[in-house]
């Protein structure tokens, strides 16, 4: 009976050890999907803006048209007049491929 207990004892104490060397590295074999994300830079509507406008105003093709811009916490609002639709889409492009863009509201109108 006493062999028994000692084996008992020797078998739960190596069976501790074993799980808390199992449990010492944790962090290190969390799986990359369990880890929260970084969180995204945050852009203000200030520098939105600003480029928003220098793409527009760089742009040959868009020369020409009258693009009023509003930026409000990410949310863009676009108006004003265009000549044709492929300037209309290249507006709407370049506001798109802006960092910290969250939503386009694009009231630009064809003349």
Known sequence: MQIHY????LAALL????????????????????V????????????????????????PFLQGTQIDIKVNDGNVVLSGTVNNEDQLTRV????WTVDGVKKVDNQIVKK
Do not use: G
């Not at 000692?6 to 004892?9: A, D, E, N, P």
């Not at 945050?42 to 600003?50: G, K, L, Q, R």
């Open 6 to 9: 000692k084996l008992f004892t």
């Open 36 to 59: 929260p994300p970084p969180s995204a830079p945050v852009y203000d509507d200030s520098t939105i803006y600003a480029r928003i406008t220098s793409a527009v105003q760089s742009d």
């Open 92 to 95: 709407n492009m370049h506001t």
């Open 15 to 34: 069976m501790t050890v074993f799980v808390l060397t199992a449990c010492e590295n944790y962090a290190e074999r969390t799986h990359k999907s369990w």
